[in-house]
């Protein structure tokens, strides 16, 4: 066995937001004695050959997988290597769509939500039935998000049915749906960090000019005192997708009820770490290191 652990990024991302993830927490687990190697997922380093896969990370002790890159996780597991999160997990929380299948019936509170129509030709001009049964469904204004992304990207809000239809337009070759919008939460919602199950940090996130509180879009995060719905709310859901370690974006619906919107499983610890003064890194590298027995 490897006693050193990889860290898997995306090979083309240069966000600075996502550069510090893997440093940070490269960091935090050389303080506690764990080595690991920074590497960038060109997709080259697994793959099968003679009816088997092989990979170079055979026999690390953990990887941390920065990427979304579903083949890449499936063929590190299928190689025996331990993922920090899970492929399934990974690939439950990068489609919106998945991730609200997977919630349901677990008791949450989610938006209410209708997978849109995949289309395969620009050309075809879009269903207006599709449009005005959603309008029907969830009202106006409504939310339309494609099914990948993060950062608040390719999340639009209709206030109109032409609106509507202009942004159907824009999506339609895209897996995406329709989501009802949460008034009561405009602009603002918690986000929680769960690690090992448990809520290990949370703020509010605040924007002034956007229906999306995301950080990277303008908005700014704010001390919380987590309601105690909300981190059985946050808990559950990660518990439920089977997440190591997870950002959980809760609404606030009425009279304050928690309702969940997406859950991400790379949340950036950067900004949260910030405003709460928590080592989310820390926590996070003593997670690793408690479920690895390094």
């Known amino acids: 066995m490897n006693e050193n652990g990889i860290i898997l990024?995306?090979?083309?991302?240069?966000?600075?937001?996502?550069?510090?993830?893997?440093?940070?927490?490269?960091?935090?687990?050389a303080l506690r004695g764990v080595k690991t190697e920074i590497v960038k997922n060109y997709g080259y380093d697994s793959g099968i050959f003679g009816g088997e896969i092989v990979s170079k990370y055979r026999g690390a002790a953990f990887c941390v997988f920065l990427d979304k890159d579903k083949y890449a996780?499936?063929?590190?597991?299928?190689?025996?290597?331990?993922?920090?999160n899970t492929a399934?997990?990974?690939?439950?929380?990068?489609?919106k769509v998945e991730t609200f299948?997977?919630?349901?019936?677990?008791?949450?509170n989610l938006a209410d939500t209708i997978p849109g129509a995949l289309c395969y030709d620009k050309n075809a001009p879009v269903?207006?039935?599709i449009a005005r049964v959603a309008i029907e469904k969830l009202g106006l204004p409504l939310v339309v998000k494609e099914s990948y992304g993060s950062l608040g990207k390719g999340v639009y809000l209709a206030e109109t049915e032409a609106e509507l239809l202009s942004i159907m337009e824009k999506v339609k070759l895209k897996p995406h749906l329709f989501q009802k919008f949460v008034f009561t939460s405009r602009g603002t919602d918690a986000r929680v960090i769960v690690i090992g199950g448990k809520v290990a940090a949370a703020m509010k996130r605040?924007?002034?000019?956007d229906f999306r509180s995301n950080l990277d879009l303008g908005g700014h995060g704010e001390?919380?005192?987590?309601?105690?719905?909300?981190?059985?709310?946050?808990?559950?859901?990660?518990?439920?997708?089977?997440?190591?370690?997870c950002g959980v974006d809760v609404l606030f619906g009425e009279n304050d009820k928690p309702v969940i919107c997406e859950v991400n499983s790379n949340a950036f610890f950067g900004g949260?770490?910030?405003?709460?003064?928590?080592?989310?890194?820390?926590?996070?590298?003593?997670?690793?290191i408690k479920e690895t027995g390094l």
């Open 223 to 245: 001390k919380i005192n987590l309601p105690e719905s909300f981190r059985v709310a946050a808990e559950t859901a990660a518990k439920t997708l089977g997440l190591d370690y």
């Open 206 to 209: 605040v924007s002034d000019n």
């Open 9 to 29: 990024i995306n090979a083309y991302s240069e966000l600075k937001a996502g550069l510090n993830q893997p440093h940070r927490l490269q960091y935090e687990l």
């Open 272 to 288: 949260i770490e910030k405003v709460t003064g928590v080592n989310v890194a820390g926590l996070y590298a003593e997670h690793i």
């Open 88 to 95: 399934k997990a990974i690939r439950l929380c990068d489609d």
């Open 127 to 129: 269903s207006k039935k």
């Open 73 to 84: 996780a499936t063929l590190l597991e299928k190689a025996g290597v331990r993922l920090f």
């Open 101 to 108: 299948i997977a919630l349901s019936g677990s008791g949450l």
